[in-house]
């Protein structure tokens, strides 16, 4: 075929075959040029003009911004200082940053809101038994999921509630919810309605894809009109709505309102996050399950739910961010949450300085975002670890 | 019904005990007349090879056995228990027919061992020990017992499909319905499973077995069946129907896929 020989060839040993191979080619290193940090610096960061071109740019945008922000957030700021005298413009201080004193200060009541200062313990051993059920369940490795799960949907909320709303009974004044506010109120409400809008997204997504044409079409309408409709209109008509409809004796605590609105909203969400997984899965693993004569209930339990949900945690944690940003809208129905503390406390005259207001709103964005940064972390390490075990 | 049928439609073998009968088994997808009138009937330790061209309904028809596809007309009776919408009933016959799939359909989030004990601890109420026993059991059986702990995933498509025939075994099914079990596999790695079918046909399972390995239907299979348009055409010993097709399709068929 070819007309000089090709290395690796052996001749005169070539029988009827044009080519035969008597050794093989070992693999060598890549050359030097496409290993290093030069190499690395090439590849990512000059790999052409357009290219060479944002990366002086984006040098240049840090260049410019990074020092003044470090120079307001810590340099300039002031630490230290009980009101607003800390943190004016006086003589020797001409250059005011971030009023730290203030957000030290009031510290306490963007935490509790109005909680008696004696029962702040109570929302302290909350927290800590909220880390708790947060690790143990989302801990990959962590012991006997099985008792987490019981621990975090069913303990928990029975214990939070008795904790923070007290139980004269077992020695925990009452402490009426129009005294609750600040971080605590915010945790509250993310808390149930992450609780409570898995499982009842997971109940409505199997009941839009079910046979029963009845629950199917109950799904359907309470799935479509929550997302038809805003969360603000949901809260407002929890909360100004319901009262309307029910005597008087009866009315709903104004928290509790909000709770179920916001439930309610975030369960029509994630029942089409879970119903994406529910039909991401091969029919193949529905009719696996049923040949072997698993019942529907064991079939979705054992194979489809495990799975379904595994592949969209993802999606299921972004839809909690989502939620746990959204809470910031209770304050419209009156409900002192974090975002509305530190609101408040920013107009209150004993801080009025010219820093106090952005320091409280750099406050707030740090909690924000450091909560929402943990749960995407985490979401995109189950990505990773998924992808490793897709590949096996 | 089954007094007129034609010989091809009435088991091979003399015994008489029945596993299947359909009688005159009609379906449609929407407007699509997809199974058009099938008689059959097949004995206890009967071995039938279904082929056709694709399209022809063959398997539909196997999975009509175990109601993962719902018949319209006709009669359905599994063991003596007719199909109908009844669950309980639905429940019972597939615990006692095992099907191995074209795409295994194994479940990748579960090791093997627990592919294999699943239904028997679930459906069957085993304890768990009993049950990994006969899981390692049907393992060994179908050599690969070394893999228990590993993911589906971590296994080759030959592999899996094995692993797939040990999991419907551990249900002492009566019959098994094999649904294109090789058409997914690499060349290199049909052997495998075929061999394991051949040794569990010479154990006289009940098998329906819808498939283009003539080899196989040549060795092992009492009867063939040919399908074409949701009709069977044609149905005969293995013999007789490489052989001598009778119907035109039939010969037209076996041009094309014994070249």
């Not at chain 1, 009827?16 to 990512?44: C, Q, T």
Request: glycine share 8%; hydrophobic share 50%; aromatic share 10%.
């Amino acid at each position: 075929m070819t007309v000089t020989e090709p290395p690796g060839v052996a001749p005169g040993n070539r029988g009827n075959a044009d080519f035969v191979r008597s050794a093989m080619a070992p693999a060598a290193k890549p050359p030097s040029s496409e290993v290093g940090a030069i190499a690395w610096l090439r590849h990512n960061l000059f790999t052409g003009p357009l290219n060479t071109l944002l990366t002086i740019g984006l040098v240049l945008l840090g260049y410019w911004t990074i020092p003044p922000l470090v120079d307001y957030l810590f340099i300039d700021a002031v630490w230290t200082g009980s009101d607003r005298e800390a943190c004016i413009y006086t003589a020797e201080r001409t250059k005011v940053g971030a009023c730290w004193a203030f957000v030290v200060d009031r510290a306490a009541f963007f935490t509790y809101g109005f909680y008696p200062l004696a029962e702040r313990w109570r929302i302290d051993v909350f927290f800590v038994l909220l880390v708790i059920g947060i690790v143990w369940l989302l801990h990959l490795r962590a012991p006997r999921k099985d008792l987490a799960a019981i621990y975090g949907f069913v303990f928990l909320p029975v214990a939070s509630f008795l904790l923070l709303s007290g139980t004269p009974s077992l020695g925990l004044p009452t402490v009426p919810t129009n005294l609750w506010g600040g971080m605590m109120v915010s945790v509250v409400v993310s808390a149930v309605g992450i609780v409570v809008s898995l499982p009842l997204g997971i109940l409505l997504a199997l009941g839009r894809r079910s046979n029963m044409p009845a629950a199917k079409l109950f799904c359907v309408i309470f799935i479509e009109f929550v997302r038809g409709v805003p969360l603000i209109t949901v809260l407002f008509m929890a909360s100004v709505m319901l009262p309307l409809f029910v005597p008087d004796y009866m009315q709903p605590d104004k928290l509790l309102r909000a709770l179920v609105g916001i439930a309610l909203f975030a369960s029509a969400y994630m029942a089409e996050v879970v119903r994406a997984g529910l039909q991401a899965l091969p029919k193949g693993q529905y009719e696996g399950a049923m040949s072997l004569g698993l019942g529907w209930g064991q079939m979705m339990r054992l194979i489809i739910l495990p799975q379904a949900l595994k592949i969209t945690i993802p999606n299921i944690v972004n839809t909690y961010i989502g939620l746990f940003k959204d809470t910031t809208l209770v304050v419209i129905v009156g409900i002192f949450d974090f975002l509305k503390a530190i609101e408040a406390s920013r107009i209150d005259p004993t801080w009025a300085a010219p820093t106090v207001s952005t320091t409280g709103y750099i406050y707030a964005s740090i909690f924000y975002f450091f909560c929402c940064y943990a749960m995407s972390a985490y979401a995109r390490s189950v990505e990773r670890r998924l992808a490793v075990a897709d590949k096996r | 019904m089954t007094n007129t049928a034609p010989a091809g439609l009435k088991p091979a073998k003399l015994t008489h005990e029945t596993a299947i009968e359909m009688i005159g088994v009609n379906k449609w997808y929407g407007e699509f007349h997809v199974l058009r009138d099938i008689d059959l009937t097949i004995a206890r330790g009967e071995r039938v090879v279904v082929c056709g061209p694709s399209g022809s309904g063959k398997s539909t028809l196997i999975r009509c056995v175990n109601r993962l596809e719902e018949h319209q007309k006709g009669r359905i009776i599994v063991d003596g228990v007719e199909l109908t919408n009844d669950l309980k009933r639905i429940d019972e016959i597939r615990r006692e027919v095992g099907m191995v799939f074209q795409h295994f359909n194994l479940f990748p989030h579960l090791t093997i061992l627990e592919n294999c004990t699943l239904a028997p601890i679930w459906v069957k109420k085993m304890p768990k020990k009993d049950a990994e026993e006969v899981a390692m059991h049907y393992l060994t059986r179908v050599k690969i017992p070394e893999q228990a702990l590993k993911y589906p995933g971590q296994l080759s498509g030959g592999q899996q499909q094995r692993v797939a025939i040990a999991r419907s075994l551990c249900m002492s099914p009566k019959i098994m319905l094999f649904d294109e079990p090789t058409s997914a596999l690499d060349p290199e790695m049909v052997k495998e499973v075929l061999d394991t079918m051949v040794a569990l046909a010479e154990e006289g399972m009940t098998m329906i077995c819808v498939t283009h390995e003539m080899g196989f239907a040549r060795q092992v299979a009492d009867r063939v069946i040919f399908m074409d348009q949701g009709q069977i055409v044609e149905a005969n010993t293995p013999d007789e129907f490489f052989r001598d097709p009778r119907h035109e399709r039939t010969r037209l068929f076996l041009s094309q896929i014994l070249h």
